[in-house]
């Protein structure tokens, strides 16, 4: 097995070739730092988000005169479902008496009041994990044929604009990452097609003396993946110094920051996705080089 | 073991070898003499696809050249040791080094290297160059580790392009009588040289080429 050749090779060109490994383990490191922030931001964006829909509820109005029987009966059946956490009842006496109080500055613009001009009605909480766009509508339909409904209010447009501004940042991102990832591949690409320029003669000998295509493309295949190793690394340190930065710096500016998360799987992610990339930029580059 | 069928070499429109034919049997031992430009060094790149025939067949042990898949030209080079004229040793690498990737090209465990590369460099009396590089070393040094690296894996057929060409007589003598030793363990081997020290009063095969033709075959 000529293996451990290969790798002992292909240390041998990473320190003869410098300058040039270098060069490509910082593009590519921060490369992956570009990465990292664009899906640490994607991260936290899906953390909070998934945050709002606990506090997501929905108002559902009653129709006038109906009965108290008939009040009942609705709020049964509310309870019985299973995508509803909790629903809380209001009178529209209650709900007069919470408006008066409200108004309790102004209580002439009450004046004269004969008969409450309010409506009964049932709040109520969604289950955190029924709270998806389509879901609210199908809910809010079915609600409203419930006989006694009248209306069903909910944060429809503020529901559906954290939806948007979600769904352009997550294909903002994914646009980022894919081109960030070809990048490295590119890189890596270029370096390895240059050391291999730069060996031709000595791979020319090789072949004279019947190495495969393997021998001779391994070490390049294990440099390859080694920038990508050590731009992986480099660009966890860079991350880790960001994260700091702005929890412990800015937060103090902008408190919110100090929410974000750095999920520890980044630590492994990165060297891995560098190897990866950095073998498919090597594999590219010599992969097709007839032998 | 080595059997040439009509072969012709054109480069361009000049014709370097013509209708050559010969046959060369399993544990022989044979030269390849002519003047500067015959075309013995082309004669042998031909035995190991360094360059392909234009005309004719060639067959070496099981390997018919001219039919010969691409992904095939890497096994018949490895049942192959060949001392190239130019040496190519490889500048970057040790001595020992340049000796080993005869074995490692073979997947020689790292391992059962050592021993055999350093006895390799022992027959040609640079066993003390091992961790110098090829420009540390004079002509004849530099080919020396040539031919250390072409017998350290002990193949089945051994091609040696003007071996003894930076050698002082005395070590000429040396390797004539290395390759001898060599090639009565079986090996098969083909030398091309001007030197006729080499094979004077052999008793071996002696093929003359002159222009590209072979003008007549003598023993030594
Ligand atoms: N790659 C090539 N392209 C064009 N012509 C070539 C090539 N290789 C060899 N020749 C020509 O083929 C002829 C024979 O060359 P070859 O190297 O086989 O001679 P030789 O007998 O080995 O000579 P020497 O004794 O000087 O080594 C020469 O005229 C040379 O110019
Ligand atoms: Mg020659």
Redesign the interface.
Known sequence: MAFPYSIKSAVRSLIKEKWINILSILTVASSLLIITLTSFTLYNLELATSRLPERFSMIVYLKTGISKEETQTIINNLKNRPEIDNIKYISKETALKELKQKLKDAPYILEGLDENPLASSIELKLKKNFVTESNVNIISKMLKNIHGVDDVYYGEKIAETIHLLKRSVENISIIILLSIAAGVVFVTYSTVKILFYRKKDEIEIFKLLGATGGFIRTPFIIEGSAIGFFGGVLSIIGALIFYFAITYRLSAVIPILKNLVFPLEFLIALPVIGIFLGIVGSLIAIGRLRL | MIKFKNVSKFFDSQTVLRNINFYIDRGEMAFVTGPSGAGKSTLLKLI?L?EWPDEGEITVGDFHLTSLKLSRV???????G?V?QDF???N?LTIFDNVA??L????I??KDIKTPAHEALKKVHLRHKAEDYPQMLSGGEQQRVAIA?AIVAEPMLILADEPTGNLDPNTATGISRLFREINIQGTTIIIATHNRDLFKGSGKKVFQLDAGHLIGEEVG
């Open positions: 190991y360094d890497p096994l018949l080079r490895r049942s192959i060949a190239f190519k040793l490889i970057n990737l005869s490692r090209v073979r997947g465990n790292e690296r």
